[in-house]
């Protein structure tokens, strides 16, 4: 990893990536595509979820993106972290992050990741059906388990409990299994789904979740004192969304009326790194095509823009050249590939070759979820603010070598 402490030629202690003129000097400095990370925007995105959900212990989902410096932002915040695979757990090591702090929330795991956690020194971990729950009889002892309980959503835009929960219904059963192999079960965990229009969910869930938890108490199936309740807090993409406080309000209520001892945790991914970066690509080619002006940028829908495919979200584009005329234009990505299309009937300025192009809100699913189709590489991940006592700091962190120029 390339590293430099060193600000920007502005000498300005902190660096807003997301003003023009910080935009272009990172470009100039480190190449286009980029997407640039704003620690500090991190930061204040999880002391604000904090805030909203007192007395609730924060594990920052890797998934989304796991960028080392996002990481050890979290965890210089006292956060703690929510681990889905192997890999996730060696990073987690690599930085240090307390075992104590970490959980493995995947409901699907092979006996080897089980293993690695365990070495690791993970202790929390979540099954959603008989077959996993037998995976753990070789770990007794050494691991305890969250039943993942499916609440399926209408309004959250990714369904998280079509693939992953147990009907209700299916609680105790799961517990007397576990119960029979010396496995502990300390309670349950939900997921309401990813960019939850409102908490409606995630109080039905938290209600029944108490419900469920009280008769397994009652029927002595273990302590059932911890819930998860996930995460699926949303962020302004086109459309705004509610203040998290405003949101969270519900739901603080329905975690108040929980007995007292029962532990809550939960797992933000999105409202924490989504906010927190933004992608700037470069305008490299352009046509007028079927009455619109076709630009090619050097990323695209392969690549930081791959979040439209499987996040199924649209991102806030502008670009960076001023002027009032705008025209309908066409955005399309590097590859040769025709469905490599960002964006249609986007309003813009004429833009010239080199003009630069930038993404909002594109922290979550975007670089995590992208690739080197066509051998075109990823973009540069660049933080900034990552030290909060040397927030002028810029890391970059090429996602894959740039090709050299061939003679």
Known sequence: ????????????????????????????????????????????????????????ALHYALKPLPHPALVATILQEGGGLDLASTGEVQLARRLGAPPARCIHTHPIKRPVDIENALLFGVRTFVADNPDEILKFADFAGRARLLLRVAFRSATAVVDLSRKFGCEPADVP??????????????????????QAADATRHVEAVQECARLMAAARRAQLGRFDMLDIGGGFPIDYLQPVPPIGRFC?????????????????????????????????????????????????????????????????????????????RFPSVLAGPTCDSFDVI?????????????????????????????????????????????????????????????PRLP
């Open 343 to 403: 964006a249609e009937g986007i309003e813009l300025p004429r833009l010239n070759n080199g003009d630069l192009v930038v993404g909002h809100a594109m922290g979550a699913y975007t670089s995590a979820c992208a690739t080197n189709f066509n051998f075109i590489p990823r973009a540069t991940v660049v933080t900034v603010n990552a030290h909060p006592r040397d927030t002028g700091s810029v890391t970059p962190w090429p996602a894959a070598p740039r090709p």
């Open 1 to 56: 990893m390339l590293s430099s402490r060193k600000p920007l030629p502005s000498q300005a202690r902190f660096i807003d990536p997301f003003q023009p003129e910080h935009i272009r000097r990172l470009v100039g400095r480190f190449g286009s595509p980029l997407l640039i990370l704003d620690c500090q925007r991190v930061r204040s995105q999880w002391r604000r979820l904090a805030r909203a959900l007192p007395g609730v």
């Open 249 to 325: 309000a519900p739901l603080r209520r329905a975690l108040a009326q929980l007995p007292r001892g029962v532990q809550v945790i939960a797992e933000p991914g999105r409202y924490v790194c989504g906010p927190a970066a933004i992608a700037v690509a470069q305008v490299v080619g352009q046509a007028q095509r079927e009455g619109s002006r076709w630009y090619y940028l050097d990323d695209g829908l392969y690549g930081s823009y791959s979040g439209q495919m499987f996040d199924h979200v649209r991102y806030r584009i502008e670009s960076l050249r001023p002027g009032t005329r």
């Open 173 to 194: 059963d799961l517990a007397r299994l576990a119960q029979r192999l010396g496995v502990e079960v300390r309670g349950l965990s939900f997921h309401a789904g990813s």
